[in-house]
C-alpha cells in the first residue's frame, strides 16, 4: 500500500513537470484540469480496465471531438470561456457530455476524464481548433510516460 501510494505521488508530478515544461516552452494550455485524474488512473490503478492506453487516447480523442462538435453546432467555436453561460453553452456541454458518453461507450473505450476533457472544451476554456492537438497531445505524453513507467516497473501494462 505505501509503495503505492508513494509510486503515485511520485508518477503524478513527474508527469505534471514534464507537460508542464511544454506548456512552459510552447506557452500552449498543454496543462489541463482533465490531465490530472488520468494520471492518478495510470499510476494508481495501471491494470484498471480504464486506464489502458486506448480508454485513455481514445476517450480524450473522442472527448474533444464532442467538445468541438457541440461548439460547431451551437455556434461557439472559438468563444471563450469569459462570455456569460447562456442557453447556447448549456446545449453545448449537453451535447458534447451525451455524445462523449454514448460514444466512448460504444468504441468500449470509456474513461471519465474524458467528460471533463468534453466539458472543458464545449464550456469554453479550450475552444480554438489547435486546441484539439494540444489536448491530444498531452494525452499521449501522458500515456506514452504511464506505459514505460509501469512497463519498466514490471506491471503487466496493456499495449493498447
Known amino acids: 500500500m505505501r509503495s503505492r501510494v508513494w509510486r503515485t505521488l511520485l508518477w503524478c508530478f513527474v508527469a505534471m513537470v514534464a507537460i508542464g515544461v511544454v506548456a512552459l516552452l510552447t506557452g500552449r494550455p498543454f496543462l489541463f484540469p482533465s490531465l490530472g485524474p488520468s494520471a492518478i488512473m495510470l499510476f494508481a490503478d495501471p491494470l484498471g480496465k480504464d486506464s489502458s492506453p486506448r480508454h485513455v487516447l481514445v476517450g480524450h480523442f473522442i472527448g474533444a471531438g464532442a467538445g468541438f462538435a457541440a461548439l460547431a453546432v451551437t455556434g461557439l467555436v472559438a468563444v471563450p470561456f469569459g462570455t456569460p453561460i447562456g442557453t447556447h453553452r448549456v446545449l453545448a456541454a449537453a451535447i458534447a457530455l451525451a455524445l462523449t458518453a454514448g460514444l466512448t461507450i460504444a468504441t468500449h473505450s470509456e474513461h471519465a476524464p474524458a467528460g471533463a476533457t468534453t466539458l472543458i472544451v ?27 513507467v509501469n512497463r519498466l516497473s514490471g506491471v503487466k501494462y496493456p499495449a493498447w
Open 122 to 148: 464545449s464550456l469554453g476554456i479550450m475552444p480554438q481548433w489547435s486546441d484539439y492537438a494540444i489536448i491530444v497531445l498531452a494525452v499521449a505524453m501522458l500515456t506514452l510516460l504511464g506505459f514505460a
